[in-house]
């Protein structure tokens, strides 16, 4: 009996094998022959999101009761990653839009959301790249509510949102016009002053306009968006959390921490571009200082140490929110440093538009970039 207890605690340990690897065949059967239309922005791939739902992609970081868990998510993430870091973003800000639903204390919408968006019936995004800015003194919230009967009047506009549609939902906050709190540039998240407040927006409201953006470097099928608020009105019951401080500060590591992922994919497939330039290139691609071999051992390191935070994403210790910003700092870094060596050990051939070691090192660069992009990070930690 006391092995058989051992076994089964072993076993509950580990993420679940099953998700990621249904989402890696998806990925590979069904991703992969868009990821050059997603990377120019000629498809969004809408339906293989659902399909990753389907599997369980985006509900397995769900919390039942009490804790929470990630590890599953970002190794599904991270196979999606392999094959377009682009869906692997998108793959983000689903799950990242679940983790809002599922840890709101609006318990009537977790309920109505809930299941829709962990199972990609629906799918949406997150609009917290300006409050995220905002809570750490970088910018001023973009958003402005006043509250009506019913629920709050929001006017305003965010530059840049993503994986959405006219059918979509996202996570944002505005800030109640007359409070300004916590966006005054104080950074943290902690006061739980009550100037701010985080809401589902829904993107078939006529008040709400989607514009395209200007085209990207990279990943242009990401449905990222321009959106403009004009006096919309957001009913209590897609209210997430008000007050937003005290909500934020609960649910910012696994925001972070889902981003690893991302990385973690990329900087995998980096490793099989070197890997497969071994053969004709090895002889001369020796002399260069950065092999496929240490980014593999820079991989396991990362792979390690985001599977130990991501089993305790509630954690409220300071030491435990640094360990959290450090790691997405070196895995932004990790990106960037692949994704340049994988270009260098291909040479000419990685040159050509055909050849994804160009597209990976441009995507590097968004997982760099994204919310909360390298600066922040280190301004994150010059804070703490």
């Known amino acids: 009996m006391g092995s058989l207890a051992l076994s089964r605690v072993e076993a509950s340990d580990q993420p679940a094998p099953s998700i990621a690897g249904e989402v890696a065949r998806i990925a590979r059967e069904q991703l992969a022959p868009l990821a050059m239309g997603i990377d120019d922005g000629s498809v969004y791939p809408a339906d293989v999101m659902r399909k990753f739902g389907e599997v369980g992609a985006w ?7 009490g804790p929470a868990d990630l590890r599953c998510a ?3 993430m991270a196979a999606i990653g392999e094959v377009c870091g682009a869906t692997a973003f998108m793959a983000w800000c689903q799950n990242t839009l679940v983790w809002y639903a599922a840890n ?8 109505r959301f809930g299941d829709g968006f962990s199972t990609g019936r629906v799918l949406g995004g997150t609009g917290l790249s300006n409050p995220m ?10 958003l402005k509510g006043r509250k009506v009967d019913g629920g709050y009047i929001v006017r305003g506009a965010l530059p840049w949102v993503s994986n959405l549609g006219p059918d979509h939902y996202f996570g944002t906050i505005f800030e109640r016009e007359g409070e300004p709190g916590i966006a005054s540039g104080e950074p943290g998240i902690a006061s739980g002053e009550p100037g701010q407040v985080m809401f589902l927006a829904d993107c078939s409201d006529p008040a709400i306009t989607l514009t395209p953006c200007k085209p990207f470097l990279a990943m242009d099928g990401t449905g990222t968006y321009g959106v403009q608020f004009r006096d919309v009105f957001v009913p209590d019951e897609l209210i997430l959390a008000d007050p937003a401080a005290p909500f934020v500060k609960k649910i910012r590591a696994g925001f972070i921490l889902l981003q690893a992922g991302m990385a973690l994919g990329l900087i995998r497939d980096c490793i099989k571009i070197m890997d497969e330039v071994g053969g004709p290139l090895g002889h001369i691609n ?9 980014f593999g051992e820079l991989a396991a390191e990362l792979e390690a140490e985001t599977m130990a935070l991501a089993r305790d994403p509630y954690n409220e210790e300071e030491t435990y929110w640094r360990k959290v910003i450090a790691l997405r700092l070196r895995a932004g870094d990790a990106s960037v440093a692949a994704a340049h060596a994988a270009m ?14 160009q597209r990976r090192l441009r995507e590097a660069y968004f997982v760099a970039i994204v919310t909360p992009a390298t600066k ?3 301004k994150m930690l010059a804070d703490s």
């Open 59 to 65: 509900g397995s970081h769900m919390p039942p009761e």
């Open 74 to 76: 970002i190794q599904a």
């Open 104 to 111: 709101s204390t609006n318990l009537k919408l977790a309920k």
């Open 133 to 142: 800015k905002s809570f750490f003194g970088i910018e001023r919230l973009k």
């Open 286 to 294: 020796r002399y260069l200082p950065q092999q496929p071999v240490q």
């Open 344 to 357: 260098l050990h291909c040479g000419a051939r990685g040159y050509l538009k055909s050849h994804r070691a």
């Open 376 to 378: 922040q990070l280190r």
